[in-house]
């Protein structure tokens, strides 16, 4: 055994001792300055100790139950408990890293590796995330894997132990690469008939039960695309050139791992492979997984595979020199000296970058922060929604749809936007850089959102901080219906609203329409309003400029976006109900785009919306009461009679209500009958002069309703029966009607009254 095998107790207490305070330093001293993702945890563990957080505050929490379920438990110290438990995570991994390697007869590379993992970047810039643990639980779970643990004193509680680190991991951070890392050493265990299939099975079924109940509520924003890791691994390195330095040592690294070895002598030579091949196999496999599943925890795993490649290729460097007598060394020398040689100048780079980010710490960009908070939380309600970065939401103690600055940039705009449209926050918060001067510039956004106030420092790049406010407007009103309308092939209509829906005339009327790209639109079209008179007639018109709400270049298939569209209306609009429509034109053709709505091979040439009342009045006061019902939808409240002589016009006013609104649109008839029964005068129409068709009929919306009644010049004077119906123009169908006490009347025909002819 080698001296290097035989570490003094002072030394590993020394070494130990060491990789657990580093990291613990290092996250304590980084406390105002944690990354946006452990605020966002911190504030969903605070929010679960007295409340169920909001739908978009749920990601943490299916993502990391287990450790946001710690940071509710200390609800208060949420922010210490995390910082705390991150940094000792880190310490763990190291500790653990350093027995494994040490076990596969890896000491120096077990040495280097462990130091320069807690003197990496990633302790300060994942510090308060629940990343370090993941990275602890899954190495140990590895590690009891595919080391011998048949030689151990208890290897069927070694066996238990590896499923109980599994089943914290998965607690700890939940997504499908971990998933499929813990099926996978799972089933190393039933090939090696370690345990049954009872584990694996109740793994897969809880990866299902949470598939089907917590991920698609909880808000889990799009994943992020791993070209931007690249970008910033690109930026990281460029302005890093020391860490140039560790190529040499991956590739020596990458060389030694996946070396095989000669056994068995010149008789029977044979291969097997380089101590700790198997360790590093799953690991990168590890990594690929997350990688293509976008995990966030990629880049972690990502620089733990550089870091132990670099421990890796500093031992084989040092053997390979040692072996090549170039020093003057003897074997004990070497052994310590050389390594030593290859680590020292490495862990110099790591803590000289080290260094750069903390005295480059954003603390200027804190304090805005800061102030921005205690803005929000001494003005605003304490119900009031924010999009912001996660720590001003964790300091306001307001609900906070998390804005994740360090990742604003031009490939995000269109998710930040489609944020915004969905949830409409009452405040959004913004800083500066171009992401959020291409968002506040938009013509949707400032439709939507004043500045309210800004916090600014000469000195502080983000500077301002600005806190905008939502703004009501008309637009905001009315309830969004659904529809499918595919336009041209090229987007779809699906959804919009408008209001008000009653108007009276001269007044103004606010649509939305939601629009969804089924292709690049690179070029603008109009999109056209009209309102119109059942008769056909356009009372009323406006045409937009399509898209208004974003640059064309930005919307791409699949993207989704509002459009605003006001439309004025006279002060002579006579009153009854209008339809109100919309269709699309190119922008240099007078040509209406074919609609496909709602499955329909057959192409219409506009979308009807629903319709827009100018009501007429409607003063039922001194009308007697009738109460009759029509089908399960209109009843007949009260009418009322004018005075009637033959050879004049006679007039009934029919006063409506609706109980449950129409999808048809019935016709009225109101019969005059002699006393043999026979039609004297008749008149069927629409109700309201066909002004007001029943379908745009509205719950408690009293319709008053005139029929007038030519009454023939030789009516003879005597009694007649005034009955009155509905029927559907399209097959003369009648409506079935009940009178106030229920009776079903014959014929579906209600008699409603009498009037009495004398002579004229």
Known sequence: MTPANRLPHIGSLVLGTLLLFVPLFLTLNWDPYLSDPAFHTFHVGRTLATDLPSAYELEPLARAPLYVALMAIGAPYASQIGLVLSA?????????????????????????????????????????????????????????????????????????????????????????????????????????????????LLLITAAILWGIFIF???????????????????????????????????????????????????????????????????????????????????????????????????????????????????QQQASYLLPSLFMIPLLLVAIINLGEIYTNRPVLQAALQAQAAAWLEDNTD??????????????????????????????????????????????????????????????????????RVRFQNGYASASPVTIWEYTPSPYDFGEQERVQAIVNEQFALIGYQFAPQTITPGDDIFMTFILEALEPVNNGFISAVHLTSPDGRVWAWHEERTPRSLPGQWWEAGQIIPERIQLETTTDLPYGAYELQVFWQPGDKDIHWPVYRDGDDNALDRVFLGYVIIPPD???????????????????????????????????????????????????????????????????????????????????????????????????????????????????????????????????????????????
Request: net charge neutral; aromatic share 12%; glycine share 6%.
């Open 216 to 330: 698609p509520r909880s808000g889990i924003p799009g994943r992020e695309d791993p070209t931007l890791w690249l970008q910033d691994a690109y930026s990281f390195l460029s302005t890093r050139e020391l860490y140039w330095l560790f190529a040499p040592f991956i590739l020596a690294g990458v060389w030694d791992v996946w070396r095989w070895e000669p056994v068995g002598g010149e008789s029977s030579p044979q291969l097997k492979p380089a101590p700790g091949q198997k360790l590093f196999v799953f690991l990168l496999l590890w990594t690929a997984a997350a990688a293509l599943s976008r995990s966030p925890f990629t880049p972690v795993l990502v620089s733990v595979l550089a870091i132990l490649l670099t421990g890796l290729g500093a031992a084989w460097l040092s053997r390979r020199v040692a072996a090549s007598g170039l020093l003057a060394l003897n």
């Open 618 to 760: 409607a003063d039922s006061s001194q009308a007697t009461p009738v109460k009759a019902q029509f089908a399960d939808t209109i009843l007949l409240d009260a009418f009322a009679l004018s005075p009637a002589e033959p050879g004049r016009p006679w007039a009934i006013t029919l006063f409506w209500d609706t109980l449950n609104p129409p999808d048809k649109d019935f016709t009225v008839f109101v019969h005059l009958v002699d006393e043999k029964g026979q039609i004297v005068a008749s008149h069927d129409g629409m109700p309201v002069e066909n002004r007001f068709p029943t379908r745009a009929w509205r719950r408690g919306q009293i319709v008053s309703d005139v029929h007038r009644l030519d009454l023939p010049p030789n009516l003879e004077p005597g009694v007649y029966q005034v009955n009155v119906g509905m029927y559907l123009l399209e097959t003369g169908e009648r409506l079935p009607v009940w009178d106030v006490g229920g009776v079903e009347q014959a014929d579906r025909i209600l008699p409603l009254s009498t009037i009495e002819i004398g002579n004229q």
């Open 382 to 451: 304490p119900a009031a929604t924010l999009f912001a970065p996660p720590r001003i939401g964790f300091l306001a103690r307001r609900p906070t749809i998390p804005a994740f600055m360090d990742q604003m940039r031009d490939a995000t705009i269109i998710s930040v936007y489609e944020s915004l449209l969905s949830n409409s926050p009452n405040y959004v918060v913004s800083e500066n850089n171009l992401a959020w001067d291409y968002i506040t510039r938009n013509t949707w956004f400032k439709d939507r959102y004043q500045a």
């Open 88 to 200: 000792i995570g880190w310490g763990v991994a190291a500790l653990l890293i350093l027995i494994t390697l040490r076990a596969v007869n890896r000491p120096f590379a077990a040495i280097i590796s462990a130091l320069l993992l807690v003197f990496n970047p990633l302790i300060i810039t994942t510090a308060g995330t629940e990343y370090s643990w993941v990275l602890a639980l899954g190495w140990a779970a590895l590690a009891l894997s595919l080391l011998p643990i048949h030689s151990w004193k208890h290897p069927r509680s070694i066996v238990w132990l590896k499923g109980l680190f599994l089943l914290l991991l998965l607690g700890i951070h939940f997504n499908i690469a971990t998933l499929l890392f813990s099926l996978t050493l799972l089933a190393i265990d039933i090939y090696k008939g370690r345990i049954g299939w009872l584990p694996f």
